[in-house]
Antibody, heavy 116, light 106 residues
Framework: EVQLVESGGGLVQPGRSLKLSCAAS????????MHWIRQAPTKGLEWVAS????????YYRDSVKGRFTISRDNAKSTLYLQMDSLRSEDTATYYC?????????WGQGVMVTVSS | EIVLTQSPTTIAASPGEKVTITCRAS?????MYWYQQKPGASPKPWIY???KLASGVPNRFSGSGSGTSYSLTINTMETEDAATYYC?????????FGSGTKLEIK
């Protein structure tokens, strides 16, 4: 059974950093692209970043480019999102996701609140 | 960026009623993906490659479309179908989602 478990969320002040993790199991992690998607409270879904199976290619939405870094450790089957210079508009539930046909599998999500 | 516009934003349907949700793309996309989300839960894959049902999705659901116009249809609405549905495109980055259609039971 595929499982994606996010961790690392919490309350952080504007301008500070936070690192999210997503532990994967139940599939060959190194074969799949991985993604972070977020959802602000009462809002819709917003793609944040993606990384290729090898980690050699990364993609970001413009609003997080230069502030967020997606990475992966295939030996540990873990996906990361380093979030720096956080802003109030980054407040959201962050999901990791993967799949062969779209976002087939989602984690339970982790809440990030950016507030002073 | 490809903008996906869903309509309606909210719809209420009675059990047994036929429901159609549309998703229009600002530029042509190859396929459309749909996700179902219920309150407090993670989104679930619902339809992929425009018309293929994800595992476990009842066959009263269907998807269709091409180019810039896509739709999700429920042939006969059931109470368990009440949820928010999002369309999503993979044709170009940034990957984008529609703003969602909230489907309620009348």
């Amino acid at each position: 059974e595929v499982q994606l478990v996010e961790s690392g969320g919490g309350l952080v002040q504007p301008g500070r950093s936070l690192k999210l993790s997503c532990a994967a199991s139940g599939f060959t992690f190194s074969n799949y692209g991985m993604h972070w998607i977020r959802q602000a409270p009462t809002k819709g879904l917003e793609w944040v970043a993606s990384i290729s199976p090898s980690g050699g290619s990364t993609y970001y939405r413009d609003s997080v480019k230069g502030r967020f870094t997606i990475s992966r450790d295939n030996a540990k089957s873990t996906l990361y999102l380093q979030m720096d210079s956080l802003r109030s508009e980054d407040t959201a539930t962050y999901y990791c996701a993967t799949g062969a046909y779209g976002f087939d599998y989602w984690g339970q999500g982790v809440m990030v609140t950016v507030s002073s | 960026e490809i903008v996906l516009t869903q309509s309606p934003t909210t719809i209420a349907a009675s059990p047994g009623e036929k429901v159609t949700i549309t998703c229009r793309a600002s530029s042509s996309v190859s396929y459309m993906y749909w996700y179902q989300q219920k309150p407090g839960a993670s989104p679930k894959p619902w339809i992929y490659d425009t018309s293929k049902l994800a595992s476990g999705v009842p066959n009263r659901f269907s998807g269709s479309g091409s180019g810039t116009s896509y739709s999700l249809t429920i042939n006969t609405m059931e109470t368990e179908d009440a949820a928010t549905y999002y369309c999503q495109q993979w044709s170009s980055t940034p990957l984008t989602f529609g703003s969602g259609t909230k489907l309620e039971i009348k």
